[in-house]
Each structure stands twice: as structure tokens, then as C-alpha cells.
């Protein structure tokens, strides 16, 4: 099945720094989402990109699909993007389901 | 539209007793998933319903979990003879929205549940 690669594992940011978080799939997609895992465990959705660039305020992602890896950028971070940070795909020809990356812990100190 | 909700929040059960999730998807959904996440790691699929109908189960699904979704809506996902690795985040999610096309799934807050 197809293999998702999340990079890097953690991460420690001072408040207002810049961060990027790549995933790499090893295999071609349907869909690709971005979620943040708050501390109750609760997935929120930050993107659905299986390809192109979205923005939404101080994130923004991009996937280059032909070259298999997706980006997400943190702008100015404050201390409410800490948590963690998956990649999940849908593999194309496959089923429906979402493969997870491993995640990324992201802490943003004041 | 509340999104997806999941009832328990949480569950403290003793090895070898029959527990019980339930999920409501957002309404104009008819794919409905369920997946488990230990501690440290990403979500893994277990199983996901079109409709009423269960069209894949992955390996994970032993036999002793089953899952329903009898009228197309709300689905349960029931594990009997609970066992201690069975102590995990149990998460529902939600897509195709059949008005925009879009595929996106959306989770819910999760049960978690310990077997001591």
C-alpha cells in the first residue's frame, strides 16, 4: 500500500517564527488532506489539496502531485498552532480510506 | 450542521466485556469511516460504509469487531471480548457530500477507551 512520510517528526518554534512541514507519498493520490490534532484529540481539517496551492489566513499548502509531496507553511506562529500535524492520503486506484502519516509535533513557545 | 458527533466520549471497560460506539455523520454525507489511533501514531483505517452498505474492512478488524449501519445514517462499531490492545482513540469521519461532489472527510471528537 502506499507509504506516507511526514518530515520533520518535531518541531520547536519561539512565537512568530516561520515553519515548513513537508509529507512525501510514495504512490499517486485522489485526495490529500491536512488535519491538526488538538490536545483533546479532535482532527480539525486545514486543507483538502490533492493538488495545487490553497491559503487560508497564516497557512497555506501546496502539493505538487507528479513529484508526490505536499507542503505546509506556518506564518508568524503563535502558541495556538502547537499540537500535531498529519498528512493523510487517499491513493489513487485504491480504496477509499485515508492513510495517516506518522504526524508532526509542532510546540510554539511565547 | 453540528458536524460529526460520537457517543461515549469516553469508555473505561474491563477485559472481556462488550462495548458499544455510536456516530452520527453530517447529515448530507453518505460515506461514513471508522478508524483507531494508539498513542504516538497516525489514525489507522479500520472499515467504511456507503449508504448501509460495508464496502471494506481492513486486517485490523478482527473478528471480534463488528460494524453496522443499518439505515444509512448513524453507524455503531461494537468490539466484543475487549482486550487490553484494544485500549485506543476510536474515530468516525464523514464524506461525499453529494451537492458539491466534494470527497473530504471530516472526524468527529473520537471515543476513547481503556480496557483495564
Known amino acids: 500500500g502506499i507509504q506516507v512520510e511526514q518530515s520533520p517528526p518535531d518541531l520547536i518554534l519561539q512565537e512568530g517564527a516561520n515553519s515548513t512541514l513537508r509529507c512525501n507519498f510514495s504512490?499517486?493520490?485522489?485526495?490529500l488532506q491536512w488535519f491538526h490534532q488538538n490536545p483533546w484529540g479532535q482532527l480539525i481539517n486545514l486543507f483538502y489539496?490533492?493538488?495545487g496551492t490553497k491559503q487560508n489566513g497564516r497557512l497555506s499548502a501546496t502539493t505538487v502531485a507528479t513529484e508526490r509531496y505536499s507542503l505546509l507553511y506556518i506564518s508568524s506562529s503563535q502558541t495556538t498552532d502547537s499540537g500535531v500535524y498529519f498528512c493523510?492520503?487517499?491513493?489513487?486506484?485504491?480504496?477509499?480510506?485515508?492513510?495517516f502519516g506518522k504526524g508532526m509535533k509542532l510546540t510554539v513557545n511565547p | 450542521d453540528t458536524g460529526v458527533s460520537q457517543d461515549p466520549r469516553h469508555k473505561i471497560t474491563k477485559r472481556g466485556q462488550n462495548v458499544t460506539f455510536r456516530c452520527d455523520p453530517i447529515?448530507?454525507?453518505?460515506?461514513l469511516y471508522w478508524y483507531r489511533q494508539t498513542l504516538g501514531q497516525g489514525p489507522e483505517f479500520l472499515t467504511y460504509?456507503?449508504?448501509?452498505?460495508?464496502?471494506?474492512k481492513s486486517r485490523l478488524l478482527s473478528d471480534r469487531f463488528s460494524a453496522e449501519r443499518p439505515k444509512g445514517s448513524f453507524s455503531t462499531l461494537e468490539i466484543q471480548r475487549t482486550e487490553q490492545g484494544d485500549s485506543a482513540m476510536y474515530l468516525c469521519?464523514?464524506?461525499?457530500?453529494?451537492?458539491?461532489?466534494?470527497?473530504?472527510?471530516?472526524f468527529g471528537p473520537g471515543t476513547r477507551l481503556t480496557v483495564t
Open positions: 469521519a464523514s464524506s461525499l457530500d453529494l451537492a458539491t461532489l466534494s470527497y473530504e472527510q471530516y
Open positions: 504512490d499517486s493520490v485522489n485526495n
Open positions: 489539496i490533492p493538488s
Open positions: 493523510a492520503v487517499e491513493e489513487e486506484g485504491g480504496s477509499e480510506k485515508l492513510v
Open positions: 447529515s448530507e454525507h453518505n460515506r
Open positions: 460504509f456507503q449508504n448501509e452498505a460495508q464496502l471494506e
